[in-house]
């Protein structure tokens, strides 16, 4: 009897791991940037920034999960001030990587996002928002919450990884064969445009 509930986690597994796989793996504001920084700095360089991914989102989910998502009801101010901060962080990512990479080579060397800066992205990433919430809401057990929870984080952690790998070994592929200034220049501003457009459901639902 006790086993009842662990057993009913188990069983939502896979349908949770595929949800996770098919909106870590879906473009967006992370995979975009993964792509550019594959491009300019390399796969090894861009590990912190998948770290930072992967872990940040587990956190999220955890803490969303824990009650976080209840203040902002409370208080829904806090979310829309947290919404334009994440607008106005997009945008300044969004110059960071037209005018980075390899082409800066007057300035000093730039450098990818580190650790603590991807994982603090995901608070202001919508796309990050909309699968913290998706897993809480089809996931979770109310019988048998924190543990339900618990495993919905761990798993986060684990399937996304991978996932969003696969747009940095893109960037790097990509970077491998735009060996002009010019070339890479344009592919920069190209995900730099990209990054502009995932701003549209968030002003969408501001304006």
Do not use: D
């Amino acid at each position: 009897m006790n086993w009842m509930p662990v057993n009913t986690e188990f069983a939502t597994l896979l349908p949770m791991a595929m949800f996770i796989v098919v909106s870590s793996i879906t473009p967006g504001p992370n995979n975009v940037m993964l792509a550019a920084s594959g491009a300019n700095f390399g796969y090894q360089r861009s590990v912190p920034h998948m770290l930072g991914i992967s872990v940040g989102g587990a956190v999220m989910l955890l803490l969303v999960g824990a009650g976080l998502g209840q203040l902002f009801e409370q208080v829904p101010q806090l979310y829309v001030l947290l919404q334009w901060v994440g607008a106005a962080y997009l945008l300044w990512l969004a110059w960071k990587i037209a005018h980075g990479g390899r082409v800066q080579l007057a300035q000093a060397s730039p450098k990818p996002l580190n650790f603590l800066q991807a994982a603090a992205f995901q608070w202001v990433n919508p796309k990050a928002w909309i699968l913290s919430v998706g897993v809480i809401a089809a996931y979770t057990n109310p019988g048998n919450y924190w543990a339900s929870l618990l495993l919905g984080a761990v798993t986060m952690l684990l399937v996304n990884y991978p996932c969003i790998s696969v747009w940095t070994l893109f960037g790097a592929m990509i970077g491998r064969w735009l060996q002009s200034p010019r070339a890479l220049q344009c592919f920069n501003c190209g995900m730099a445009g990209l990054l502009l457009l995932s701003l549209w459901p968030l002003l969408a639902g501001q304006l």
